[in-house]
């Protein structure tokens, strides 16, 4: 409990991914960003005529800033790649 005090929950952060992308698209005008989510029908839910109740899971998440876009473009090659980053916590691997 603590510790989600300080460093937050996970839960939470994802259901603020929307709201940055949004910023990045206003902010970072040329830059693209999108996001996936994958939605699966909830337990309860599962072969009842209900189905359109899903929950939402993350899938993906694709930023690319115009700078570095441009950059990279220009033969600048300051990019970071991240290949194969997997994230741990209490959703298991992602």
């Not at 930023?63 to 473009?73: H, V």
Request: hydrophobic content about 35%; glycine content about 10%.
């Amino acid at each position: 409990m603590i510790m989600e005090k300080i460093k937050g929950r996970h839960d939470v952060s994802y259901e603020k991914l929307t709201h940055t992308i949004n910023a990045i698209k206003l902010t970072n005008l040329g830059s693209h960003a999108s996001i996936s989510w994958d939605s699966t029908p909830l337990e309860d839910d599962v072969g009842s005529s209900n189905a359109a109740v899903s929950k939402q899971m993350f899938k993906r998440l694709l930023i690319s800033y115009k700078g570095c876009t441009d950059g990279l473009l220009k033969g600048y090659r300051f990019v970071i790649g991240v290949d194969g980053c997997h994230l741990n916590g209490p959703f298991g691997c992602v």
